[in-house]
């Protein structure tokens, strides 16, 4: 990693990319997020500890001539706060020099947290290997997503389902793909946890021919008359085009809907659907 004073030679774009980088890296060593590309020990080499070396980082970007006085001011008291809060001050810095250097905010990656399990349901090797930890889940809540095409709302579905306590997502065969660089991010590490497969609704149907299945869409139940099953499958649809006319004949327990009542009476298929996640959990499970 490079030296505070060698960045302080670096000039323009160059050192703000350097700076970024640096930003990038601190964050995941104070989210506690595994980077083989950084050792603290040596990163901090001639600084007391992480929190100072940060705040030398930051005292740099608030000498960068591009940077909007208020965000220097934001970056100056987050710098005299007593103790520092290392995560938002990292951070905050990191999004305003991405703002300055023009990096479309929709390409700024997202820092992945460290997403552990409740001790007592870690495997020993958890520490070793992510995948290991044994993950606690509602038995029984199965999610069916059906050809949803963006890689973000895909990954905010994993990340929904996961926190709720679904057993496992399904994904239709023209689902896009949860390997998606921007399924990843917005999954927030959800998709290492969560168990999905890939297969068709008659597939999983034939598998589980005792599981109630109904669907999110428009023209059903009103959310809150919904008598939501302790165990089920709950189909959502795409973006677009809502769930396949088709798909909708095979509801064996009907057609939940959320009440809207704005100009455009819509809501994102993610957003929706964690409204949905909420209404089910707490009615059976509360």
């Not at 992480?50 to 940077?67: F, G, S, W």
């Not at 070793?128 to 509602?138: E, F, I, L, S, W």
């Not at 165990?231 to 057609?255: A, F, Q, W, Y």
Request: charged share 25%; net charge neutral.
């Amino acid at each position: 990693m490079i030296a505070p004073a060698k960045l302080k030679s670096m000039r323009g774009g160059f050192r703000r990319r350097k700076l970024i980088l640096t930003l990038g890296a601190l964050e995941r060593d104070i989210a506690g997020v595994p980077d083989e590309t950084f050792r603290s020990a040596a990163f901090f080499d001639g600084f007391a500890d992480r929190t100072e070396y940060l705040k030398e980082i930051v005292r740099i970007i608030c000498e960068d001539p591009k940077l909007p006085e208020a965000a220097r001011l934001q970056l100056c008291t987050l710098l005299a706060e007593v103790p520092c809060d290392e995560r938002r001050l990292c951070n905050t810095a990191r999004n305003h020099l991405l703002a300055v250097a023009g990096t479309p905010s929709a390409e700024w990656d997202l820092i992945i947290a460290p997403h552990a399990a409740p001790a007592e349901h870690t495997a020993q090797e958890a520490t070793q290997n992510r995948a290991a930890a044994v993950r606690p889940y509602r038995e029984g809540i199965f999610v069916y997503a059906e050809d949803i095409r963006s890689p973000f709302n895909l990954g905010s579905i994993f990340r929904t389902a996961e926190a709720f306590g679904a057993e496992k997502l399904f994904l239709s065969p023209f689902c896009t793909d949860p390997a998606h660089p921007r399924a990843v991010r917005s999954a927030m590490g959800c998709i290492d946890f969560l168990p999905s497969e890939r297969i068709s609704l008659d597939e999983l149907c034939a598998s589980m021919p005792d599981l109630p299945v109904f669907a999110l869409e428009t023209g059903g139940t009103p959310l809150s008359q919904f008598k939501f099953p302790r165990r089920g499958i709950v189909v959502i649809g795409s973006e677009e085009l809502g769930i396949n006319p088709d798909t909708l004949k095979k509801m064996s327990h009907g057609i939940v809907s959320i009440p809207v009542s704005g100009v455009k009476a819509s809501l994102n298929v993610g957003v929706a659907f964690g409204i949905l996640m909420q209404a089910w959990t707490a009615a059976v499970f509360n």
